[in-house]
């Protein structure tokens, strides 16, 4: 076992029934509870584990497991409440890349995921220790041990020798499928953690005060008064009853245990409040509370781990579930949220307020609702996987200020947007990057990019606005998202149609032309005086009947993906008794097509209009967000039309040099920093990145020598200052271009070294490159998001035009063709101006091999290829800048909690 994995800190994770365990490595203290983990199984286990039914073989198993740390061996153990419940270990077999692996589960608890979600654990220690395979030997009877291997996602064989079996589970393939397995499993276990939640059978208010306008009062008149149909108690020492709901003086007085407590208990009071629900067996906590400091907040945390309650909150508005069995609203809003469809996530009990009533106005209605608060367990993940399994929510609407685990998220909204829109409003936009730029790279990765690169990936739609994101939901909830932006625009007042027209091609729509029959048959239709092209002005003579039948051959056309209607009140419609609104809500068939209106004396930003066969049409007070809506809709529409892409397999990769090339320069440089030029190349060399040739130079001979020895055919060379640190060399003047022969060779050699004497550490030399488009490519690691490709513009110019765009990693295929095609300056890639296409091919693998750096090495902090030249013949980096820092041992796609 290396240092990195005997230090890493003891982590809770999911079991399958919902209950908590702690994953943490074993050592010498535990020796006397893993002997009495296996004196406590039965003799039939004994055999099944160890082949004969012994107790000698508990006492050196025990030996075993708990020896101090020795190479190639790891150990770990799930405990809860204190009591160790599995073990797992490896063994690693000398002078090869496998390890001997065993299993022990305490009697009586199999069939809760122990014995997995040690292995998950376990596969992860022993990938970042280098092993490739595990091995073990079972009993041909042990069927369930057999099962456990077999299901884990990983590619397991079975070798027969008379009653044994000899299984090898391969570690380093089908990381996809593995993946995919323990996403599955942490679902289960994650919706069956918030059933105590979000369907307790009991719940106890817990600060429930006498006085009118204390919170804990009022979560417990919301309770009342929104009809919870389950057992309801208050904790307070004072009272007996409160608002007709019995009291008691403690949680530990209470007649039975409840699922769920809500505390609204001062911040001082809360770790004793939270300690005692652990000790009674409460499942899951709502803590109102908020202004809790750091030794606080770590107790309650500690406390939830140690009993296994999920915890909603600190500083929280409280959750809701309108199940009408349930008729859960533990809040203390104002007013009851409508049953519904949409499940809602918040961080901001403000902005949660202001949803609730947003969707309950619109009759979206909500199926679930969690204020997150400063969300110290449960997230918005955790609520996606919810809504998932529930039955009944089709919509996510979610308010996220931060991500517990980005990766583990994108994974899950990819899948869960597959069925259902998420919705959310992208906060925190404007806030500056999270560190002073060191590189180009670090320059363009804004918080902002990195959270819009998720959003992209993941298919979530992001809007600016609760406003935004309201009027998008109205749309998505009730019409079919456009196929296209292909949109026609009908109007009873001409200039309304010019504003909505404006709208839509601001937002990204096109206003396509008519075809000359669709036109005749509308002019048919329509009063004197009408334009049938798009828009389509029907004048304010229009009638109920004529606006219904424009409409409905719109809406039959091929040629277009979506229908806008825009009214106006006239006194002609109001003299006529015609309503205008009643041709579109009194028309069924618009099902196959998008439609929305826009009623421009409609005091509501959005409503929906209820339509005769049961549906609904949304309708905005402007065409700007009916514009911005629709466009949402089409960019879902293309996301749900994209193949899943995939991440190819690159030749000529090698991980175990690299992560060599990086462990050895960080054992010389222990605090991490900027690597030399050669082992920049070491590293881009084991992922066969193209470099222009070039060498290092620390004397103005060397330099001489070099230049002969690198000369092209027109005899012209480089030269490049170098010092750790230095970023912007074109800034500093720190370049020499167009050096032909050894006198200009020397001159700029002496040149750098009078301008930066103490800082030169030497030159690079490389003939001078031929004629391309420079183009900058870079990584950047995020603590919290993982590792961030950036493509773009390069050159000198890279930071001022900022012309970049970026994907998180691993990066599939399309996320490649994304990630070229996205920039302004991506015509001049397809051969803009005559020059011909660039090597795409060559570009799109430079991308990938990037992307699988970034992914394989944890170490590496930047990465800055600038410029990359691209010509038709190929591509190459021209200058190459490396940050690594030591690595801390974090499994991305390990379950656990946070």
């Known amino acids: 076992m290396t240092h990195d994995e005997r230090s890493r800190p003891p982590v809770h994770a999911l079991l399958a ?5 702690c994953i943490r490595a074993a050592g010498p203290d535990d020796r006397a509870q893993v002997q009495g983990l296996f004196e406590g199984m039965s003799s039939e286990n004994l055999r099944l584990r160890f ?6 073989c508990a006492a050196q198993a025990a030996d075993r497991s708990c020896a101090p740390p020795r190479p190639g061996h790891h150990a770990l153990l799930a405990e809860a409440k204190g009591r160790v419940i599995g073990l797992a270990e490896y063994e690693r077999t000398d002078g090869t890349d496998t390890a001997e692996i065993s299993l022990a589960v305490a009697e009586g608890l199999h069939h809760r995921g122990i014995g997995t979600l040690l292995l998950e654990h376990l596969v992860s220690a022993a990938r970042a220790e280098g092993i490739s395979a595990f091995t073990a030997d079972a009993l041909a009877e042990n069927h369930e041990v057999l099962k456990v291997f077999a299901d884990l996602g990983l590619l397991a064989a079975r070798h027969f020798e008379g009653p044994e079996v000899r299984c090898t589970i391969q570690l380093q393939e089908e990381e996809e499928t593995y993946l995919t397995a323990v996403e599955a499993r942490g679902r289960v276990a994650d919706v069956a953690s918030l059933e105590p939640l979000l369907r307790p059978a009991s719940i106890a208010v817990v600060g429930a005060g006498r006085r009118a306008g204390s919170v804990g009062r009022a979560v417990l008149r919301n309770l009342r008064t929104g009809g919870f149909t389950r057992q309801l108690f208050a904790v307070n020492p004072h009272a007996s009853s409160l608002l007709s709901v019995p009291a008691y003086p403690s949680v530990a007085a209470l007649p039975q245990v409840p699922d769920l407590a809500v505390l609204a208990v001062p911040a001082p009071a809360l770790p004793a409040t939270a300690e005692e629900c652990g000790k009674a067996g409460v499942r899951a906590l709502v803590v109102v509370t908020a202004g809790l400091d750091a030794a606080q907040a770590a107790a309650v945390l500690a406390t939830c781990r140690l009993y296994g309650m999920r915890l909603v909150g600190p500083n929280c508005l409280g959750i809701s579930n309108t199940d009408k069995e349930l008729s859960l609203d533990s809040t203390f809003a104002a007013r009851h949220p409508r049953r519904g469809t949409a499940g809602v ?18 009759g979206l209605g909500v199926s679930s609702f969690v204020s997150l608060g400063d969300k110290y367990d449960v997230s918005g993940n955790d609520l996606l996987q919810w809504w998932e399994s529930d ?43 999270r560190r002073a730029a060191a590189s180009h790279t670090a320059a363009a990765a804004t918080r902002t990019m990195t959270r ?5 990936q993941a298919g979530i739609t992001a809007t600016r606005t609760v406003g935004e994101l309201l009027e998008t939901a109205a749309l998505l909830h009730s019409q079919p998202p456009p196929a296209g932006n292909r949109v026609a625009v009908v109007t009873n007042a001409g200039g309304a149609g010019v504003l909505a027209a404006d709208a839509c091609t601001e937002a990204g729509l096109a206003l396509p032309l008519l075809p000359i029959h669709l036109i005749d048959e509308l002019l048919a239709t329509l009063p004197e005086g009408a334009a049938a092209t798009n828009p389509v002005d029907a004048t304010a003579a229009v009638t109920e009947t004529q606006l219904k039948n424009a409409v409905d051959r719109l809406m039959a056309h091929d040629g277009i993906d979506a229908v806008l209607v825009v009214l106006v009140p006239t006194a002609v419609a109001a003299a006529t008794g015609d309503d205008l609104v009643r041709a579109l809500t009194h028309s069924p068939g618009h099902h196959s097509r998008t439609i929305a209106a826009v009623l421009l004396d409609q005091a509501l930003p959005v409503r929906l209009l209820a339509v005769a066969d049961g549906g609904s049409i949304p309708c905005y007070g402007d065409p700007q967000p009916a514009a911005r809506a629709l466009a949402h809709g089409v960019r879902r529409s293309q996301w749900l039309a994209r193949p899943p892409g995939s991440i190819p397999d690159i030749s000529g990769v090698e991980t175990s040099r690299a992560h060599d090339v990086a462990e050895t320069w960080l054992a010389g440089h222990p605090d991490g920093g900027w690597l030399d030029p050669c082992t920049c190349a070491r590293l881009l060399d084991c992922y066969g990145i193209p470099q222009l040739p070039w060498a290092w130079a620390e004397t103005e001979d060397d330099a001489v020598l070099a230049a002969e020895r690198l000369r092209g055919p027109d005899g012209r060379v480089v030269l490049k200052a170098h010092w750790p640190g230095l970023v912007h060399k074109s800034e500093q003047r720190a370049i020499h271009l167009d050096l032909q022969g050894d006198s200009q060779v020397r001159s700029a050699f002496r040149d750098f070294e009078v301008r930066f004497a103490g800082l030169l550490s030497g030159v690079v030399v490389q003939p001078l490159a031929e004629r391309g488009t420079e183009l900058f490519a870079g990584v950047v690691q995020d603590g919290v998001f ?29 996320d490649v063709h994304d990630l070229i095609t996205a920039p302004r300056c991506a015509p001049l890639l397809f051969g803009h101006g005559g020059s011909g296409p660039v090597d795409l091919e060559e570009l799109e693998q430079l991308l990938h091999r990037l992307s699988r750096m970034a992914c394989d090495l944890p170490q590496l902090a930047e990465a800055d290829l600038n410029p990359v030249l691209a010509w038709p013949g190929g591509v190459s980096a021209l200058d190459v800048r490396i940050r690594l820092l030591p690595r801390t041992a974090n499994d991305p796609h390990l379950r656990r909690l946070r």
Do not use: K, W, Y
Request: proline share 4%; aromatic share 4%; no cysteine.
């Open 17 to 21: 029934d919902g209950t908590t365990a």
């Open 51 to 56: 082949f004969v039914a012994s107790n000698r």
């Open 345 to 362: 996530a918040v961080q901001s009990g403000g902005v949660g307020i202001a949803l609730l009533d947003g969707v309950s106005r619109l």
């Open 391 to 433: 039955g009944v929510t089709d919509l996510a609407l979610l308010h996220l200020e931060s991500f517990g685990n980005p990766r583990a998220f994108s994974r899950t909204a990819r899948r869960v947007t597959r069925h259902m829109p998420i919705l959310t409003v992208d906060a925190g936009r404007t806030r500056a990057g």
């Open 452 to 456: 819009q690169a998720l959003f992209t």
């Open 786 to 814: 993982g590792p961030l490709v950036l493509f773009g513009l390069g050159g000198t110019a890279t930071d001022l035009l900022a012309d970049h765009a970026a994907r998180l990693a691993p990066l599939t295929d399309l």
